[in-house]
């Protein structure tokens, strides 16, 4: 086989920056196509008069040590390194987040606490004479912590993510995003007699001194000086095959369509609008299939606030319905440098879905319920706002239906029949994975077309962060 040197890359998000990050490194000409007039995909950074925001505040953590030696040498002395501690306001109080038996139980009230203890006990008897198989969010959830606490946290703030009855969400959701091992490590989390070790429990972080987006601007500015290319306002649109290979992408450039010829492609934009991007007369029969898989969009709320300081909470989590958010943010919790001094910001979360009522509710009415719910949960900056902008993303989360693996399976077992094309990412894979782990994809994938190192295609769309496929790779090849 000749090798590949010609390398496109859709999408200049992590995934696709770092693989053309190692692709530049190893020789290649690779050339970066993003849709976006900036890098960084869901980790730009938008800066505004002096302030910086990333899209939902982000924090860089990986198990995997060689991996983030990389990304601290690339990044010089811009790397700080923060502490999280995050709450969850709920009922007029403020529950600490991971969940402590201690300040749970002394919150919620006795009789609430014996009923939630009671419920706990419930499921962990049926958990282990019935096991019952966990299809849903609902059935992982009320398993680990029974039904009181799911009624109380899980339910409702899972419902305000995802807009659909955390029933029809299948349990693979919550067995990625809630760290949490078996009951027993849960019985011993909640007493205290576990330290907290998996991601969602990490302590402290990495986060760039100006927004999480610096860490993608300089990664393309080491493949632009690697000799690669990054071509923004490029929306994908069209990918020419010829037999089992992929041959051109076509592409919108500020109202032109082009092209480019490739030898290899690493795909990183969602995984239907690849499908789509493909001759019709291909794709006809699994279009169904780009059709079940589903993203939740995101909307948020940035304001400037002419004030010091407004929390020391990382993150504020808010599942109540009748409030507008999900999650509260001050920017400069993260790094000092996303606000000037003697001022500060919040950011706040919205899910929503493309085209619903509050992703088309007009910016000043949008701002007025803010401030408000804002002030209703105790957080008064009325008088205190100087300026604001709104942003929103299409693309906020993969939605985990409950059949989204048999759509996610077919797609991706259609895309091995091209021999140079590989999709990751967290919308290319169709996967709810970090930045970290979208990197490693990225770096992986890369490393498929570097000749020696063969990962198969779906090795890399299964891999989880630090599941050991790079760790000695990373040591071996540190620069
Ligand atoms: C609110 C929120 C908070 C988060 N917080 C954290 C956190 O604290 N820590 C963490 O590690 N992760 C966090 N994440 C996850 C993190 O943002 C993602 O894992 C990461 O951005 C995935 O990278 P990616 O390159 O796979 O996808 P993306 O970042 O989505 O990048 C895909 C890129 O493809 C481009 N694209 C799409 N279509 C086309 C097209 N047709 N043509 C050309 N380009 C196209 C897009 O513009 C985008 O730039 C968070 C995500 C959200 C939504």
Known sequence: MTKMRNIVVLGGGPCGLSAAWELSENGYDVTVLEKDSGVGGLCITHEYQGYRFDLGGHRFVSPNKGFVDRVCRMMGDELLTAERKSVILLNGKTFQYPLSARDLFAKIGFRTGIMAFFSFMKEAVIAVFLRKKEV???DWVTHRFGRILYDLFFGPYTEKVWGISPKLISSDWASQRIALLNLSDVCLRLSGLKEDTPRTYARTYFYPRKGIGQIFEVMAKVVRQNGGRIVTHA???GVEVCG???????YMHHGFLREIDCDGVISTMPLPDLIHALPEHLVRDILPDARGLRYRA???MNMLVGRSDISDNTWMYVAEKKYVMTRIQE???RSPFN??????SLMLEMPCDVNDDLWNYGDEELLARCLTDLCELGINVRDDVTGYFTSRVTHGYPVYSLDYRSHQGRLLNFLDQFDNLITCGRQGAFRYIFMDTAMEMGIAAARHIVSERHYEKGQIQDMRSGAG???KDFISVSR
């Not at 089992?244 to 076509?250: D, F």
């Open 235 to 237: 929306d994908v649109s």
């Open 331 to 333: 920017p400069r919790r």
């Open 339 to 344: 606000a000037p001094d003697g001022k500060t």
């Open 298 to 300: 995101i909307r948020f």
């Open 136 to 138: 849903s969010f609902y």
């Open 244 to 250: 089992g290979t992929v041959k051109k992408i076509r």
């Open 469 to 471: 496929l790079l760790e």
